[in-house]
Structures are given as C-alpha cells and as structure tokens.
C-alpha cells in the first residue's frame, strides 16, 4: 500500500501564475482534503471532495479550486498567486463519514 | 466554530524523562480528537485519535492520551522520552462522521541528552 502521494515535492512560482498541485489517496479511500500548512503554524483546511463534489469548504478565497477524479484522486489548484501562498500543501485521504485521516508527505510551494 | 489550543510552543525533555504535551478544545459536542506528529519537511503522521468510550487511548510509539470531557482536554503523555521522539507535534479536532480537521499550532518538542 503506497499510502497518501502527493506530487511534486517542490515547486517555485512566481507571483500571479497559476499552480496544480495532485494527490492520490491510499488504496479504498473515497475522500480527499487538502490543507496549507504555513510555515510554524498548524494545518488550515481548505476543502474537501467526495464523489467529485466540493462537500465543505474552509475559509480561502475563490482563488483556491479543485477537483476529484473519478479514480478518487485529487488536484488543488491556485490562481492569481501570493507570496502569501507559499506553504506546504497537505493531501489527507480517507473514507467518507469516518474521521481517520492519512496525510500524504505534502508538496512545498514557493511563491517568489 | 471548533478550535483547538496548544499552550506550549516549544518544549525541552532530557532523553528518558516523561513527557506531557496540553491539549485543549472547544467544541459544542463530543469531538473526534486526535494527536499527530510531523518530523521536519514531513507529512503527518497519526499517533493516536479518541472517538468515543474508554477516555484513555493508546497510540503508536508508546503515546497515550487522556481525554477529560470536563476539561476539554486531550493530553499527550508518554513515559520515557527518546531521542527520536524529536518533533512537532499537533492536536487535532473533528467533526463526527467527518474528516476535516482543525488543528491547534503544534508544540515543538526537543529532546535533551
């Protein structure tokens, strides 16, 4: 079982473009969150995705999407980026209506 | 709104002490609790997670944690402290049925020899 992965690792940008960051859950899950995790603080929720609908959102701008495929794995995607964007970006996966997460090892995005 | 409190930034154990990481919670009913670990540059990993029944759980790596519905609490403990043990260290809450999480800002444990 390979467990949460989350692709790429790294990633540099540049202020104003546009970023996708991708996650696939581990085997026999069917929902996927994404979380930003700033540097020295706890995980924020941004969204999560179940049977490739938006089901809650936290409290982050338009500027953050998504979407969930039908193999349950995950994109998050960032317009119009910040320097205030830079984070790491966590993938959690799990079964819906269970509240076990398992979190992938996360993508590091730096705005510049 | 749920939130979830961690008092101690930073923390400093001699290697073979005991260890106590505070949690508190607010939260309008029973939550889903939970304690994660993050080692540096690394995803997290789940340690140990309270849903219902015996309010003290054992976890992964020789953690247990207490909750205190009175206190609205979710203590951390582990009896002997290694040097691997080196870490952050978040505390989490969740809604029933759900898995999105609000997390408190994470103690960063050292260890000293």
């Known amino acids: 079982d390979a467990g949460v992965t989350q692709s790429p690792t790294h990633l540099i940008k540049t202020r104003g473009q546009q970023v996708t960051l991708r996650c696939s859950p581990k085997s026999g899950h069917d929902t996927v969150s994404w979380y930003q995790q700033a540097l020295g603080q706890g995980p924020q929720f941004i969204f999560q995705y179940y049977e490739e609908e938006e089901r809650q959102r936290g409290n982050f701008p338009d500027r953050f999407s998504g979407h969930q495929f039908p193999n349950y794995s995950s994109e998050l995607n960032v317009n119009a980026l910040l320097l205030g964007d830079s984070a790491l970006y966590l993938c959690a996966s799990s079964s819906f209506g269970q509240g076990e997460a398992f979190f992938g090892q996360g993508t590091r995005l730096t705005v510049v | 709104a749920q939130s979830v409190t961690q008092p101690d930034i930073h923390i400093t154990v001699s290697e073979g002490a005991s260890l106590e990481l505070r949690c508190n919670y607010s939260y309008g009913a029973t939550p889903y609790l939970f304690w994660y670990v993050q080692s540096p540059g690394q995803g997290l990993q789940l340690l140990l997670k309270?849903?219902?029944?015996?309010?003290l759980v054992q976890g992964i790596k020789g953690f247990e944690a207490e909750f205190k519905r009175s206190q609205s609490s979710f203590n951390l403990r582990k009896p002997s402290v290694h040097w691997s043990d080196a870490a952050e260290y978040f505390c989490?809450?969740?809604?029933?049925?759900?898995?999105?999480?609000?997390f408190g800002k994470g103690t960063m444990l050292l260890v000293s020899p």
């Open positions: 309270y849903f219902s029944g015996d309010t």
């Open positions: 989490a809450v969740g809604l029933s049925g759900y898995s999105t999480l609000t």
